[in-house]
Structures are given as structure tokens and as C-alpha cells.
């Protein structure tokens, strides 16, 4: 199927929704957690949008030996366009992670764990519903299949437990890929996409406290019909805020 060629070619952050593991060398046990408007989010790019992000629900299994999965599902908004190209505007939806509304299930398996650092397989595929700006026709929303693989290297940069103060870093590249139907494809990108459209994401950050998150998020797709317009990468820098 269609799920299934996506997940093993592609898969988060869900980037900046990222799990941290805090103790990666540390004895832990199972669990099952249920959070409710735990993360939000702002953020900017390069295509002059300004966004706001929240994660409505979370649902997360942690195993013993480090396994992690769930499902996620997250809200975005664009307050703010600069841009008066409609196909790039959609396409800026259509490069977030976190766009539109978003529902999607994840896993992480470990690979590497150290006392200050750890590296593991991080995957996720979901479907997004994306408000857009239709070049023709008033339909003003379509459906995006996709999916997310890659690598996440995690390091401890500073910590005092007296404070209960750390910093964390991670770096995160991965492979992408996404599925729209023809007729949104007409529509919203002027058949100027596949519609199975591939590419890479690199995404980098540090997080203070266990609470506050910068990242820096460059994703591109590079099988596009029109590489100067759909081809381009998009660079975002998103402020989140854990609760």
C-alpha cells in the first residue's frame, strides 16, 4: 500500500516535537502516558510566514530497553504570509511537519547510548489536512499523506543538578516523502509537484531546562517539475514552549 511504501522509504518531529531522552545510559521502565496541550509553538521561514503550532494530544509507549512510539496530533495556523506567490504558500504548509492539522503515529528505536549522549532511528507517518490558497476553483483544503526517516544524535552540553539547569542538543537528518492526488496537486501547485514528492530534512536545536526549544528546520524536495518554484529550500526557525 501506499502507508507502507511511504514508511519504508521515508517517515518526526516531528522535529520539533522531538522526545528527548534526558538519561540515555540510565535503567528505566515501562510506560504508558496521555497528554493533553503540552507544546506550543512559534515560528518563521523563509517563505515569510509566521506560524503557530500546538500539540493537541499525545499518546506515548516507553519500553524498558529504550523503544518508544505513539500517536501525536497538532494543530497549525499561518498568522502571517509575506508572500504573494499562492504555490509557494501552499508549499510552505506543505514543507512544515507540524502543518495544518496533523495526525500521525512515530516510533524510536535506540541505537547508542552514553552517559551524555545517545543515537537512535526516529520515523513517523501521518496525514495532514491543510488549509490552502487554491490557484483556481474554490476548494480551500487538501489532504497530504506523509512520511519521515532518519537518524537523531542527542548530546548533553551542560548540566547542574543543583539548579536543575541543563541544555540539550540534537541533530536530526532524515529522508521525507509526501503524497497529494492529482486534482489537489492541479489546484494547489499547478501540477508543478509529483505526486509523490521526495526529499531530505536537516533539523538542529537545543533545549533549555527541559522547557523551552529553539530549532532551526531546512527541509527540501528534489523531484519536483519545477525546481526554481517547488524545488527551493525552505529553512524555518521555530521558538517552542513545553508546559
Given at each position: 500500500s501506499l502507508y507502507l511504501l511511504i514508511f519504508i522509504t521515508s517517515t518526526s518531529l516531528y522535529s520539533?516535537?522531538?522526545?528527548?531522552?534526558?538519561?540515555?545510559?540510565?535503567?528505566?521502565?515501562?510506560?504508558?502516558?496521555?497528554?493533553?496541550?503540552?507544546?506550543?509553538?512559534?515560528?518563521?521561514?523563509?517563505?515569510?510566514?509566521v506560524e503557530i503550532h500546538g500539540e493537541v494530544l499525545k499518546i506515548?509507549?516507553?519500553?524498558?530497553?529504550?523503544?518508544?512510539?505513539?500517536?501525536?496530533i497538532v494543530g497549525s495556523n499561518s498568522i502571517f504570509s509575506?508572500?504573494?506567490?499562492?504555490?509557494?504558500?501552499?508549499?510552505?504548509?506543505?514543507?512544515?511537519?507540524?502543518?495544518?492539522?496533523?495526525?500521525?503515529?512515530?516510533?524510536s528505536l535506540p541505537l547508542q547510548r552514553k552517559e551524555k549522549s545517545s543515537l537512535r532511528i526516529n520515523s513517523r507517518m501521518g496525514t495532514k489536512w491543510i488549509q490552502g490558497t487554491p490557484l483556481r476553483g474554490s476548494e480551500n483544503?487538501?489532504?497530504?499523506?506523509?512520511?519521515l526517516f532518519g537518524f537523531v544524535y542527542q548530546r548533553l552540553l551542560f548540566e547542574d543538578a543543583l539548579e536543575n539547569q541543563r541544555i540539550d542538543f540534537w541533530a536530526y537528518p532524515r529522508?521525507?516523502?509526501?503524497?497529494?492526488?492529482?486534482?489537489?496537486?492541479t489546484l494547489f501547485f499547478n501540477d508543478e509537484l509529483e505526486p509523490f514528492s521526495y526529499g531530505y530534512g536537516l533539523e538542529t536545536g537545543v533545549e533549555f531546562n527541559r522547557k523551552v526549544r529553539l530549532v532551526f528546520?531546512?527541509?527540501?524536495f528534489v523531484n519536483t517539475l519545477e525546481p526554481d518554484t517547488m524545488g527551493i529550500p525552505v529553512l524555518r526557525f521555530t521558538l517552542g514552549y513545553r508546559f
Open positions: 520539533q516535537l522531538l522526545d528527548i531522552d534526558y538519561y540515555p545510559s540510565a535503567k528505566k521502565e515501562s510506560f504508558f502516558k496521555v497528554s493533553l496541550f503540552k507544546q506550543f509553538m512559534g515560528g518563521v521561514n523563509t517563505l515569510g510566514h506515548n509507549f516507553s519500553s524498558k530497553n529504550g523503544f518508544n512510539s505513539g500517536l501525536s509575506g508572500n504573494k506567490d499562492d504555490k509557494k504558500n501552499n508549499l510552505s504548509h506543505l514543507l512544515n511537519p507540524l502543518g495544518g492539522i496533523n495526525g500521525s503515529i512515530y516510533f483544503s487538501f489532504l497530504s499523506h506523509f512520511g529522508l521525507m516523502a509526501s503524497q497529494i492526488n492529482k486534482d489537489d496537486l528546520l531546512l527541509n527540501q
